[in-house]
C-alpha cells in the first residue's frame, strides 16, 4: 500500500520560514517524480513545484521562485519543501504527489498525471 505522509506544517508570520517534508512508503521512490501543489480555501488546487526522479532540474511555479527549494533523498524516500519569505498568500493546504510516468521533458505541473496523494499539511501565514 502506497502511502505519502507530510509533515511540518504550522502557523508562521509573514517573512518566516517552513520545512516541509513527505515521506513516501510502499513504492519504489527513485522511480517516481515528485511534486508538491497547494490549495487554498476557495481556489482550485495549484502546482507549487517538482522535482525529477534523480533530482535534477526542479520546476517551480513562478509565484514561489526564488523563496521555495525542493529536494529529495531517495535514500530516505523523502521529499522536501523548503519555504523561505513566506507571504499570506501561501496560506494553504499542501500536498505532496508521486508521478510514475517517465516524462523526456522534465516534469509534469498537471495534478491528473500523479498517481498517489498524501492527505496534507496545513500551512498558515499571518500578516
Known amino acids: 500500500q502506497v502511502q505519502l505522509v507530510e509533515s511540518g506544517g504550522g502557523l508562521v508570520q509573514a517573512g518566516g520560514s517552513l520545512r516541509l517534508s513527505c515521506a513516501a512508503s510502499?513504492?519504489?521512490?527513485?522511480?517516481?517524480?515528485m511534486g508538491w501543489f497547494r490549495q487554498a480555501p476557495g481556489k482550485e488546487r495549484e502546482f507549487v513545484v517538482a522535482?525529477?526522479?534523480?533530482?535534477?532540474?526542479?520546476n517551480y511555479a513562478d509565484s514561489v521562485k526564488g523563496r521555495f527549494t525542493i529536494s529529495r533523498d531517495n535514500a530516505k524516500n523523502t521529499v522536501y519543501l523548503q519555504m523561505n519569505s513566506l507571504k499570506a498568500e501561501d496560506t494553504a493546504v499542501y500536498y505532496c504527489?508521486?508521478?510514475?510516468?517517465?516524462?523526456?521533458?522534465?516534469?509534469?505541473?498537471?495534478?491528473?498525471?500523479?498517481?498517489?496523494w498524501g492527505q496534507g499539511t496545513q500551512v498558515t501565514v499571518s500578516s
Open positions: 504527489a508521486a508521478d510514475r510516468s517517465y516524462r523526456p521533458f522534465g516534469t509534469s505541473i498537471l495534478g491528473d498525471n500523479y498517481e498517489y
Open positions: 510502499g513504492l519504489t521512490f527513485s522511480n517516481y517524480a
Open positions: 522535482i525529477s526522479r534523480g533530482g535534477s532540474s526542479p
